[in-house]
């Protein structure tokens, strides 16, 4: 019956070889090498077939495959955890690492301005008419703190200017603006009314250190130390001079935003 098997297989090779010569054109070859494919499908069913049917009673017992083991459980795995994530992305949002100053305490749904200078200061509470009236010319003593609520404004957003003198001359600005589409504040130190040229010593409060931060301490914090210039930290440039990495934080409005005047008189 093998013998048999065999000089059938050899019979139907050699007609297909005489059939389908090499000596064709490509496209022609490529028909036939379909039916060529038919042909053999066909001859190897036949093969299937009748060896299935003299199957020998001797033949070795089935052994499962192995290859279709269940793969190990994913928490055998050394997989980073998703807070080693948040904690090494922390550590790269601005001003965020170790604090130069004492951090400082925001009021919910405020900004507050913190003098911890010996001397003190003014404050005007400034933006659009849309924003609704602020502080004009405030006094905030040495040592005591001006709170306001967060105002939201249809355009711009609020400076919170500070200076040594009653007529407001070169303001410190301390900024922020409520989003108008999400409950989000953003936040920013603003060097440039006080300046000259790199002389920041007009600068309330600078002769003693500036702060910026925000009541939750995954937001960015913003530091300038005394008597330096800050040109990573705060604008001492207009637009930041449109280069990446603003120094602007932002944060939800319910955590609220402080910043402090000689911060390092502590």
């Known amino acids: 019956m093998r013998a048999s098997i065999v000089v059938l297989l050899a019979l139907l090779v050699l007609a297909a070889g005489t059939q389908h010569g090499h000596g ?32 020998s009673s001797t033949a070795p017992p089935y052994k499962p495959n192995v290859c279709c083991k269940p793969r190990a459980s994913l928490t055998s795995h050394n997989f980073p955890q998703l807070k080693t994530l948040s904690a090494a992305q922390s ?15 925001a009021v919910a749904n405020s900004a507050s301005v913190k003098n911890s200078c010996s001397y003190a200061v003014y404050v005007t509470s400034e ?3 849309s924003c609704g009236p602020g502080a004009e010319n405030e006094l905030i003593a040495a ?41 989000t504040v953003s936040y920013d130190i603003s060097y440039l009314n006080c300046m000259n040229g790199n ?13 910026a931060s925000a009541g939750d301490d995954s937001c960015p914090a913003y530091h300038c130390i005394a008597n330096e210039m800050c040109d990573k930290q705060a604008y001492v440039v207009a637009e930041f001079d449109y280069k ?11 955590k609220g935003i402080a910043f402090e005047l000689c911060a390092g008189n502590h």
């Not at 001006?146 to 919170?160: F, H, M, N, P």
Request: charge should be negative; proline fraction near 6%.
């Open 127 to 129: 933006g659009h008419s």
């Open 143 to 183: 040592y005591s703190t001006y709170t306001e609520k967060l105002r939201k404004c249809e355009t711009g957003g609020i400076s919170l200017k500070i200076s040594k003198s009653q007529d407001m001359g070169n303001p410190m600005q301390f900024e922020y603006s409520v989003w108008t589409d999400e409950p």
């Open 244 to 254: 990446p990495g603003a120094p602007v934080g932002a944060c939800a409005v319910d």
């Open 24 to 55: 064709r054109d490509h496209a022609h070859g490529l028909r036939h090498r379909h039916a060529l494919e038919v042909e053999v499908v066909t001859v190897t069913d036949v093969v299937y077939h009748t060896v299935t049917v003299v199957a």
């Open 199 to 211: 002389d920041l010593s007009a600068c309330a409060g600078h002769d003693g250190g500036i702060q």
């Open 91 to 105: 550590t790269s949002v601005p001003g965020n690492g170790s604090y130069p100053y004492q951090p400082i305490v």
